[in-house]
């Protein structure tokens, strides 16, 4: 490869070379017409005698056999470069001034006359450099904010706001990307064709929240697309209390299934992706959701977003049983706090026995969710494990009264530390 | 846990003589010990059948020395005709529980001579101290 | 009087302050004149008073517990992360018992800490043995950890080095329950926040006053020198700054109203109830005074009426409308106040006033509601 590399390099002085050829050519011919010969002036060598197109392949090539291996592909992969970028007729390696050419004729009132310049040391340098970023693949560096779920990647990167309609603005907008995907359509006249399909959502984080979905030629037009789509198509949900859902729901769309938890202050968003950014993008902040099923992700999307229009208020729920909601939270001591009451309370006996009471079971559609059964980790059924549980056992307190001494004394020592300098002293020595 | 319980999981015969002693836990220049129950024959490293109290013999910074007694189970292995030794016998022997082991005069005994023999050389040699001057 | 008195040098010296430059000496000094406290050390025991069911229903009553105070949003529940709401569908009656057992709840967690004298010490010799002498130069000391005796009853004993057994006294017995059988918070020594006298005076002045007694209530034992000593300060503090709104609907709202009547000083409290117009636990902080001391002139009238106040609803808010039988009620009830202040108040031109003001303001309210009632009819 380095091989390569190097014969590559050496493309540049040839020409250069047949230049100074024809200087001195026509440097020698002018004044001196007896050392004109006849014959031929050989200029062809294996440079020149080829295209450069067939120069290149001869480099870039990989044997068919080599090919089925993988080679030349990834990293290592030589690509082809155009050796004319950064070249400008008129400068060379030597820096002269061509009135006419690599100048005007007229600078102001002054003639400019064909003269040579000091040298340029780094032009070479910087021509190499153009032609290095040519060939290298550079990946695109964002900063952690701009990221999206993977990198670069379009998905969970945000977009903006949808375009205006009219005067109407989307202030306080954002989208995000959630799927960018191309598709390849077989087309009589044109065979297989490429299309960019790019799914996105957006919304203002207090309840206005729609998706859309745009394809496209190209990706930037399909994400714009979608975009404007989403801005047309937006929902209002109502957030219970400012930071999460009203009551556990079940969601199905397709063969994918959902199951949405409620939660209290500060648990976070804790779902798949996709769900985290429209939950961000509807202002919902503390939930968890299960997927069982599919994880088509415009499946996902919708089956969400259904779920969240099916929601029920607590006074709806209560008309509907026909029964007192009540709320109990641990931090205020279950004290049963009435959320929620109808018009008219059924007794006792006008409730049907097998009528389900119970609000999760209700409110999840008699739907349960999968709880896996927790396995120890492996360590803990190996012999290291049960000997490292006796070896530090002796230690299991020494962190708590460490602490507890360094806040009484201001180090590590207790009341026979003084009682016994010299064992002190040993240990500083 | 570990370690198996030291509130005692041995097991021992009904008829087998019983025994209530210190057990040395603790580690290195700290000893702390237990009074447990065990089988007179058994050593101490081999689990007992129950602790009973524990006896720290280092003095704390108020210069105390802390025994923790399970009476009611000490009077209940006792009816057992469980067998006391001697550092125990001592230990309830100051607590009140036994009456004052003869071991405990005697040790107070030999301190108190020692003391005083101290107290005569140090006299001594300041009156010998005083002489040379 | 020594309160009274208290209060007077402590606006002199702070004139006193503000012409010296040498600030730290006078303000430790102020801080000493200002707040004395004081111990439940006399003759009498409040004891056998404070458990009387009388007098217990009247603080219970006069802590006017808010049911949104009582089960307010706590950091102190234990929960690392805040859990998840639960909800029940409920009918009537399966509401209703649930709201009864909240109010149990609600007695549970307003349960007074109690008000008992200060522990006699404990000098209680066994036995005296000098042949023991020279065994050991460190005590020893005898803890019965027998399963299932209670911390106040257990045997615990010391054989000092001069060979005495005897009866550990109550720091010592403190100490060693706290080993080994420990109170969970609770810490073997003292917290820096009650000996250290600048932490303590922050966090009175931060008026951090609830979360002071809780500690003081979980770290010491109600007969402990110490803990009265902590309350009675924060009490008076309290009651410098009329903050009793902050104790209110908390457990310790009614050993402060008890400790406050039983030094004589529950006056300004009586201005405060005055002027947010409870006249009705005006009426009750009177009788509960004629039951601790005794001295309230017409004191059985006030104690009569308290009868009759107890059974109506708690008011938590100034009321909107009045009934006949409500408007009966409180005239009696200013009646009652109007004699107390002549015979027993210390600061009598004050709550007078507020009184007069109440007396306004109720004229109105009658106005308004029968006027209301005429309007709509007797339907």
Redesign the interface.
């Given at each position: 490869m380095c091989s390569k590399l190097l014969s590559m390099r050496s493309l540049i002085q040839p020409t250069n070379a047949i230049l100074r050829q024809v200087l001195i050519c026509q440097n020698k011919t002018t004044p001196n017409l007896k050392t004109f010969t006849t014959s031929p002036v050989t200029c062809v060598n294996f440079f020149n005698k080829l295209p450069a197109e067939k120069l290149w392949k001869s480099v870039t090539s990989v044997s068919n056999a080599g090919a089925k291996k993988g080679r030349g592909k990834g990293a290592g992969r030589i690509r082809i470069r155009d050796l004319n970028r950064g070249q400008v007729i008129g400068v060379g390696k030597i820096n002269m001034l061509w009135p006419g050419l690599s100048a005007p004729v007229i600078r102001g009132r002054e003639l400019l006359k064909q003269q040579r310049l000091p040298d340029d040391p780094d032009r070479m340098e910087k021509i190499i450099q153009l032609r290095d970023s040519m060939t290298k693949f550079r990946r695109i560096r964002l900063s952690p904010i701009e990221r999206g779920w993977s990198g670069s990647r379009m998905p969970g990167r945000s977009i903006g706001a949808p375009d205006p309609i009219g005067e109407d603005v989307f202030t306080g907008f954002d989208t995000k990307v959630l799927q960018l995907r191309s598709l390849l359509i077989m087309k009589g006249s044109l065979g297989r064709t490429r299309n960019y399909q790019a799914m996105v959502v957006t919304g203002n984080g207090q309840g206005l929240a729609g998706f859309g979905l745009g394809r496209a030629k190209e990706a930037p037009a399909a994400l714009r697309k979608a975009k404007n789509r989403a801005g047309q198509k937006l929902m209002h949900f109502e957030i219970y209390n400012g930071h999460t859902i009203f009551h556990d729901f079940y969601t199905a769309f397709g063969k994918t299934k959902i199951f949405v938890q409620k939660k209290n202050e500060g648990y976070g968003l804790k779902c798949h992706r996709a769900i985290k950014e429209i939950c961000q993008a509807i202002g919902i902040k503390d939930l968890r959701a299960k997927m069982e099923g599919s994880n088509n992700l415009q499946h996902i999307v919708k089956a969400f977003f259904i779920g969240l229009l099916q929601q029920r208020s607590h006074q709806q729920l209560a008309e509907e049983k026909k029964l007192h909601l009540v709320e109990y939270r641990a931090e205020n001591e279950y004290f049963p706090k009435v959320v929620a009451s109808p018009s008219e309370v059924r007794t006792k006996e006008e409730i049907p026995k097998d009528e389900t009471l119970d609000f999760t079971q209700y409110v999840m559609n008699d739907k349960v969710i999968l709880k896996k059964k927790k396995f120890p980790p492996f360590y803990e059924s190996m012999p290291h494990y049960k000997l490292h549980l006796k070896k530090y056992e002796k230690y299991r307190n020494h962190e708590k009264i460490r602490l507890n001494l360094k806040s009484e004394y201001g180090e590590v020592k207790s009341f026979l530390t003084d009682k016994y300098p010299e064992e002190k002293v040993e240990t500083e020595t | 846990m570990?370690?198996p319980p030291a509130s005692g999981t041995g097991r021992f015969f009904a008829k087998a003589a019983k025994s209530i002693r210190l057990i040395r836990q603790g580690?290195t220049n700290r000893p702390f010990f237990h009074i447990s129950v065990t089988q007179r024959r058994r050593l101490n490293s081999q689990p007992v059948i129950e602790q009973l109290?524990s006896y720290d013999p280092m003095?704390n910074?108020?210069?105390?020395?802390?025994?923790?007694?399970?009476?009611?189970?000490i009077k209940y292995w006792l009816g057992k005709g469980a067998h006391v030794s001697p550092p125990v016998a001592e230990?309830l022997g100051?607590?009140?529980f036994f009456p004052?082991h003869p071991r405990?005069?005697m040790?107070?005994?030999r301190?108190?001579r020692t003391?005083r023999e101290n107290l005569a050389k140090q006299l001594e040699a300041e009156k010998s101290k005083e002489a040379a001057a | 009087m020594t309160l009274l008195f208290s209060k007077i040098a402590q606006n002199n010296i702070k004139t006193v302050i503000t012409r010296n430059n040498d600030l730290q000496i006078l303000t430790i000094s102020y801080r000493k004149l200002s707040i004395v406290p004081s111990l439940y050390d006399g003759k009498e025991d409040p004891a056998p008073k404070f458990f009387s069911s009388n007098v217990q229903v009247l603080l219970k009553r006069l802590t006017r517990p808010d049911f949104n105070k009582v089960f307010r949003k706590r950091t102190n529940s234990g929960l690392a992360v805040l859990r998840t709401p639960k909800y029940k569908f409920l009918t009537n009656e399966e509401l209703e018992a649930e709201i009864l057992k909240a109010n149990k709840k609600a007695d549970v967690l307003l349960q007074m800490p109690p008000v008992v004298k200060v522990h006699q010490p404990v000098d209680d010799v066994l036995s005296k043995d000098p042949a023991l002498v020279g065994y050991d130069s460190a005590k020893y000391l005898f803890t019965d950890i027998t399963f299932g005796i209670a911390n106040e009853r257990r045997l615990i004993v010391e054989r000092d080095p001069d060979g005495t057994l005897r009866h550990c006294g109550h720091d010592v017995r403190k100490r060693l329950n706290q080993t080994y059988f420990p109170i969970p918070g609770r810490k073997i020594k003292e917290p820096m926040m009650f000996t250290n006298e600048d932490r303590f005076n922050s966090l009175l002045d931060r008026q951090e006053y609830e979360f002071l007694l809780d500690r003081a209530c979980l770290q010491y034992e109600p007969d402990e020198a110490s803990y009265q000593r902590i309350t009675s300060i924060t009490y008076q503090h309290i009651d410098m700054n009329k903050s009793y709104d902050l104790l209110r609907s908390t457990r310790h709202f009614g050993p402060m109203t008890f400790y406050l009547t039983w030094h004589q000083s529950m006056d300004s409290l009586m201005l405060e109830l005055l002027q947010s117009g409870a006249v009705r636990e005006g009426v009750l902080l009177a009788a509960l005074r004629q039951a601790l001391l005794g001295d309230v002139a017409n004191g059985d009238n006030a104690q009569a009426l308290a009868q009759q106040i107890l059974p109506t609803p708690i008011q938590l808010a100034k009321p909107e409308r009045l009934t006949e039988e409500d408007i009966q009620l409180d005239n009696k009830c200013v009646e009652c106040i109007e004699e107390y202040i002549v015979s027993n108040s210390a600061m009598k031109s004050q709550q007078e006033l507020a009184l007069q003001g109440f007396r306004e303001h109720y004229q109105q309210l009658i106005e308004l509601s029968r006027g209301l009632k005429k309007a709509h009819g007797n339907a």
């Open positions: - | 570990s370690l580690c109290g003095p910074i108020n210069n105390e020395k802390l025994v923790a007694l399970n009476l009611e189970r230990i100051l607590s009140g004052i405990t005069y040790t107070a005994w301190n108190r003391e | -």
